[in-house]
T-cell receptor
Framework: GNSVTQMEGPVTLSEEAFLTINCTYT??????LFWYVQYPGEGLQLLLK?????DKGSNKGFEATYRKETTSFHLEKGSVQVSDSAVYFC??????????????FGTGTLLAVQP | DTAVSQTPKYLVTQMGNDKSIKCEQN?????MYWYKQDSKKFLKIMFS???????INETVPNRFSPKSPDKAHLNLHINSLELGDSAVYFC?????????????FGPGTRLLVL
């Protein structure tokens, strides 16, 4: 079946530190991969996505590369800010196309950045 | 303009009651979803609709009944609420053209059953 495994949180970093949040997946076929972010008290926002092997998604200084050989989609940022404090979700899109698509989420990783 | 909106934002109710949550999207999408986020932040798909037709129904108790009056609206009615229904319910929407389409989420409805 399809599943996503994320590193357990919380992850606590000082401002300007380097961030890595690990994400691996199990899937049949070739899923699209996503990182969503949830700020406190808010809904989920798409952070970045990649739709095929070796694609790199990037946004707001965050990057993730779709690695088919290691079934991974790790999230990285070179220098985090206090405003990056949030819960980060890795997800894959499973389905047969069209409206059968559904997102399978990892458990989420809480990131806390201290000034 | 809010792309995906939900009402109410907060819902506190007693066990056994019936309640509804409404969702509207103005993105012109043809597919809408309900997801449930439990107290540990775990997110799971419940339902999806495409052009008012139910497509995904993920082993959700039949106390939960979604309804889509048109492709811009998806409502969730819950009968006989139980303590375990306490969660955050997110509506989302997307187009159905390709598997990699982004799903856009609403702000969530925080349901607390006492």
């Amino acid at each position: 079946g399809n599943s996503v495994t994320q590193m357990e949180g919380p992850v606590t970093l000082s401002e300007e530190a380097f961030l890595t949040i690990n994400c691996t997946y199990t899937a049949t076929g070739y899923p699209s991969l996503f990182w969503y972010v949830q700020y406190p008290g808010e809904g989920l926002q798409l952070l970045l996505k990649a739709t095929k092997a070796d694609d790199k998604g990037s946004n707001k200084g965050f990057e993730a590369t779709y690695r088919k050989e290691t079934t991974s989609f790790h999230l990285e940022k070179g220098s985090v800010q206090v405003s990056d404090s949030a819960v980060y979700f890795c997800a894959l899109s499973a389905g047969y196309g069209g409206a059968t698509n559904k997102l399978i989420f990892g458990t989420g990783t809480l990131l806390a950045v201290q000034p | 303009d809010t792309a995906v909106s939900q009402t109410p934002k907060y819902l506190v109710t007693q066990m056994g009651n019936d309640k509804s949550i409404k969702c509207e999207q103005n993105l012109g999408h043809d597919t809408m979803y309900w997801y449930k986020q439990d107290s540990k932040k775990f997110l799971k798909i419940m339902f999806s609709y495409n052009n008012k037709e139910l497509i995904i129904n993920e082993t959700v108790p039949n106390r939960f009944s979604p309804k889509s009056p048109d492709k811009a609206h998806l409502n969730l009615h819950i009968n006989s609420l139980e303590l375990g229904d306490s969660a955050v319910y997110f509506c989302a929407s997307s187009t159905s053209e390709r598997i990699e389409e982004t799903q856009y989420f609403g702000p969530g409805t925080r349901l607390l059953v006492l």
